[in-house]
């Protein structure tokens, strides 16, 4: 039965929606009653597409059946072509997070090679990619490949090793000294302006090729520069030029051949079982294997092998990867010809996308697909291990507290203040003993009149504030609250538990000083020897959440610090530190912003008064 659903105060049914459906290009979004998002796709033609999920089906899956009876509204939004609503489609899922969704997650947080974007470039190793303008050249799974690529590269060029940023100014200013790099011929001393921002680049760009696996080319340059050096009688510059070429033999002998065509390519395949599957991408540069990416997706038993590969090639490519001229899928996609357009524009090349049925390219493929097979057992084998392993020391606190589960999940707060002031409170989750931060919250206390200190009424707004989002948002429930204080914290948490209709998750209280154990409706605490290993986990998740609350607390006062610095500068009040905090971001960036950069704010004048303040205030540092 078709729902009615309310949109900018008119009521239309789904059916008057779907009739009204352009037959365009777009993406189109499902809300159940309460305008929870359910699901977010994309499509060629929005009415067939959208149309298809009413139509009655036997394909459907359960999932999917169970999702279209929630369905109660409709949002679409056109675009001009499939490559607009590729790219809304994605961002809109990593933002918005919905239910039905297939979920991607990294198999694991891979090591990258960065070259900075900086007048004289580091070359590191780092783990987080960042959108800085920086080049990135990964992931390596492979620790002993990523050692090898830096040696080489480190063992070839002089490449600085220091984390200053060097330019002009600094040169000019000579505040950098030549360090050891310098003296035993590991560097050309660019701290000290002794090789020239030109020359300097020059050999990060040979860097760059070395990390790209563009090898051969490079290779034939140092050779003719090593015959034009030896023809010129220069035999040192020869010999140096000769090692290198050395080095990059035994670089290339390192790596294993894959493709005698020497041929720059990714391929792509992925493997599946039940609701889980996982996706690899094989990185091919001149016919050897530099890498390999893979992500696992869960929720996918309504999915098509094409939208999976579909879904990681958009998460991949779309993270600042090199992307080559050829990618090899295992099937056919609908959307090859938009994806092919789609990843020549972030290229600015030709990228071809083939699906071969015979030849050399089929072994590539297979040799994926074993790759991404062994991978998903794996990591199943290791979901499963984690699903049956309990730590003991949650079966001792099951026992201890006569608990009727296992508390696999379990939820702390605390309540922090100062004197009155920023009263905040903090909830840390452990999950099977161990903590999980991506769950962690904080809470500004707003119940509270400035000044007031009520520990109690604290805690009862938190906990009802924390489990009516839970109740809203369908999370997971605890399996125990502990909240940090005595009986009277405890019952204040109980009522709002009551109130939310919850009083069933068990709960208990954590009193500081006898470290007493309070549960509902007993009035005498549990006492637990204090080498008792469930006493040690509720002490740990308790400081655990004390420490946050602090920490928490402590930026809010630093804040308010900070910003009452800046009122304290004359002419500037409450409304103009507003201003200059939302435009900067803090008050260190408005602390060393030019005049004329915070003349744009808040005046000429006053830009000057401020410049003076930061100015005198560091003289007195000094």
């Given at each position: 039965m078709i729902q009615k659903a309310k949109l900018k105060n008119k009521d239309f049914t789904l059916s008057e929606k779907l009739s009204s459906l352009p037959h365009l290009p777009g993406v189109y979004l499902f809300k159940n009653e309460k305008n929870n998002l359910l699901?977010?796709?994309?499509?060629?033609?929005?009415?067939?597409?959208?149309?298809?999920?009413?139509?009655?089906?036997?394909?459907?899956?359960?999932?999917?059946?169970v999702m279209i009876e929630q369905i109660a509204d409709l949002e679409t939004i056109s675009t001009k072509n499939e490559i607009e609503a590729l790219i809304l489609e994605s961002n809109l899922i990593k933002e918005r997070n919905p239910r039905y969704n297939v979920v991607l997650r990294d198999g694991k947080s891979y090591p990258y090679i960065v070259i900075t974007k900086e007048p004289y470039p580091r070359v590191f190793v780092t783990r987080r990619v960042l959108n800085d303008g920086a080049k990135y050249f990964g992931p390596f799974t492979d620790l002993f490949a990523l050692r090898t690529s830096l040696k080489t590269v480190r063992d070839i060029f002089k490449i600085r090793s220091c984390n200053y940023f060097i330019d002009e100014k600094s040169i000019e200013s000579k505040k950098i000294k030549v360090c050891l790099d310098y003296q035993i011929k590991k560097c050309d001393g660019p701290c000290e302006g002794l090789i020239s921002q030109n020359k300097y680049n020059e050999m990060i760009e040979n860097v760059e090729q070395v990390l790209r696996g563009k090898i051969s080319s490079l290779r034939d340059k140092?050779?003719?520069?090593?015959?034009?050096?030896?023809?010129?009688?220069?035999?040192?510059?020869?010999?140096?030029?000769?090692?290198?070429?050395?080095?990059l033999d035994v670089y290339i002998n390192k790596q294993k051949v894959l493709d005698l065509k020497m041929q720059d390519r990714d391929v792509v395949s992925i493997a599946k079982q039940e609701s889980d599957a996982c996706g690899i991408i094989l990185t091919i540069r001149e016919g050897k294997l530099l890498g390999k990416r893979h992500y696992f997706m869960g929720n996918i038993l309504a999915s098509t092998d094409e939208e999976l590969i579909e879904l990681m090639m958009q998460k991949y490519y779309s993270s600042g990867v090199e992307i080559p001229n050829e990618i090899i899928l295992p099937i056919e996609i609908e959307s090859i010809k938009s994806m092919s357009e789609y990843l020549t524009d972030l290229k600015n090349d030709s990228v071809k996308i083939i699906s071969p049925k015979k030849g050399d390219k089929i072994l590539l493929i297979k040799l994926a697909e074993q790759n991404a097979k062994l991978l998903l057992n794996e990591y199943l084998f290791h979901k499963i291990k984690i699903k049956q392993t309990v730590p003991h020391v949650l079966k001792s606190l099951q026992r201890d507290l006569r608990l009727e589960k296992i508390p696999k999940r379990i939820e702390c707060?605390?309540?922090?203040?100062?004197?009155?002031s920023e009263t905040v409170a903090s909830l840390v989750v452990l999950e099977n003993g161990k903590p999980k931060k991506s769950d962690y919250r904080k809470f500004k206390i707003i119940s509270l009149a400035s000044g007031e200190v009520d520990d109690f009424k604290s805690i009862r707004e938190v906990v009802f504030r924390r489990y009516k989002r839970v109740q809203n948002e369908k999370l997971n429930l605890p399996n125990l609250i502990i909240i940090d204080g005595g009986k009277g914290q405890l019952s204040s948490a109980i009522e709002s538990l009551e109130k939310l209709n919850l009083q069933n998750i068990p709960i208990i209280s954590l009193a500081k000083r006898l470290e007493e154990v309070f549960i509902p409706n007993q009035s005498e605490p549990i006492i637990l020897p204090k080498t008792s290993s469930s006493l040690k986990l509720l002490q740990q998740i308790r400081n655990e959440a004390h420490r946050f609350a602090v920490t928490f607390h402590s930026q809010l006062r630093s804040k308010r610090t900070l910003e009452t610095e800046l009122e304290s500068i004359n002419g500037i009040g409450k409304k103009r530190v507003k201003e200059l905090i939302e435009t900067f971001g803090s008050v260190e960036k408005v602390r060393h912003a030019t005049t004329e950069q915070l003349s744009k704010i808040v005046g000429e004048k006053l830009a000057q008064k401020i410049i003076l303040y930061f100015s005198d205030n560091e003289q007195i540092e000094l």
């Open positions: 699901y977010i796709g994309k499509a060629i033609d929005l009415k067939k597409r959208v149309s298809q999920y009413f139509a009655f089906s036997k394909n459907h899956s359960p999932r999917i059946k140092l050779q003719i520069e090593m015959k034009n050096s030896a023809n010129q009688n220069k035999f040192e510059d020869a010999a140096t030029q000769r090692d290198k070429i050395k080095a707060f605390d309540i922090s203040h100062f004197q009155g």
